[in-house]
């Protein structure tokens, strides 16, 4: 699944359930998302895999 | 005016010899609970059952039946922590747990002879960083009520520096229990991962939780860990004076840092090479990526656990609390597994810049301790969340499992503590407090004494 697919899931399964507020917290989690599958995708590139 | 508190090392030989009653000391704390209850550094004291205990105590050691240096010394304990016949509130309005059995961890220091005088406040379920969300008030700054004494285990700190307990048993699963020791000027150890059992502890994040004492100097520290582990050595570093190599992680760990907090590093590591000790840069690889593998670690961990509760009884949370649970009910699999696979790739590069070295030496916290409320704060002239600056220097630790020890490292200007922590290899914590208990002679000055306590 995509970041942005997830996000727009995530947003609309909050909304549904009365927690709007949540919005701006999965926002943030999309963009830590984000960066951790640059390090998974980098590290192993440049390191082999674990 | 600063007070000097006595150590458990130092009460612990006139209580044997019976110039001290455990009794008088239970009395005495009880007082310095009763003197500041505006701190709400505890949500349950055990005043009849502490001084019965106390009694009993006395008696034991009148007939001669001494049993260490914990025997009649008043002990706080985290309110995530089951202690037989009092709720375990986890700082929440969510309905409590009520054991009829200590934690193993609680047992064991009353095996060794400890008194458990009651249970401290902590941010609601460990899951913050300034012990503010709890359901029986923010816990306050000692120095300062306007301030935050860091967290999760802010009611534990308080309540030592402060005098109302001897020792403190606390949780760390990003850095609760190192964050409110470095930034009120007491000393707390998270052991290696899997050290200590956390049975009978409410969990937040299973793989990434660890219980640990907390005390005024390393070597009360060492003699809480004792117990705590079921081992009997002591740490007598007295006459000892061996030379460590120290690793100092600069890039990462001293990127973003309050101007005293750079400051007492570097007179820690100034005052280390004069003794002797030689300290060299090294770097943790990968050390940038912490936040986000944490963070999909501790999430849905966190949300596992929660997870009934957040259906059945979702207003009881505090909202800030309730938000981050159910963020982590939003985290993909394959994302958590990601954050596993990376997890050993940070255990590894720990492991590798500690090689050559005894320990890595690094700052305990980037500031000193935040405005209650504050959600952002500024940090070498740029702001960042209160939180993930708090978190930013310790929660790499819980990831790879490595045993911190977080000391008092001076002061800023206007006297506010600051903290530095010290990482040691996966198994070894007792050797990491025998050079916590050599490098205190230098970052406190000599004496280890706390820097917060007023009175």
Known sequence: ?50 | MTLTLPSIEQVAGQVQSRAISPVDLVRGCLARIESRLELNAFITVMADSAVNAAEAAEREIAAGRYRGPLHGIPVSVKDLIDVAGTPTTSGSAVAPRLPAEDAPIVTRLRDAGAIIIGKTNLHEFAFGTTSEESAFGPVHHPKDPSRSPGGSSGGAAAALIEGMCFGSVGTDTGGSIRIPSALCGSVGLKPTYGELPCSGIVPLSTTLDHVGPMARNVADVALLFDAMSGQTQSLDVAGQHPKYIFGVPEPYFCDRLHPAVRAALNRTRLALVAAGHHVRNVAIEHAARTPEVYLHIVLPEASWYHAPLLSSDPDRYSPGVRLRLEMGRYVLAEDYVRALHLREVLRRAVDAALQGCDALLLPAQPIPAPELGATTVEVDGSREPVRAAMLRLTQLFNITGHPVIAIPAGATDDGWPVGVQLVGHVGTTSRLLHIAANVERYSTGGDGSVGGGTG
């Open chain 1, 1 to 50: 699944m995509t970041i942005e697919d997830w996000l727009k899931a995530a947003c609309e399964d909050a909304e549904r359930r009365g927690l709007p507020e949540l919005k701006p917290l999965l926002e943030s989690l999309a963009r830590s998302m984000a960066a951790l599958r640059d390090a998974d995708r980098l590290i192993d590139r440049g390191h082999g895999n674990p």
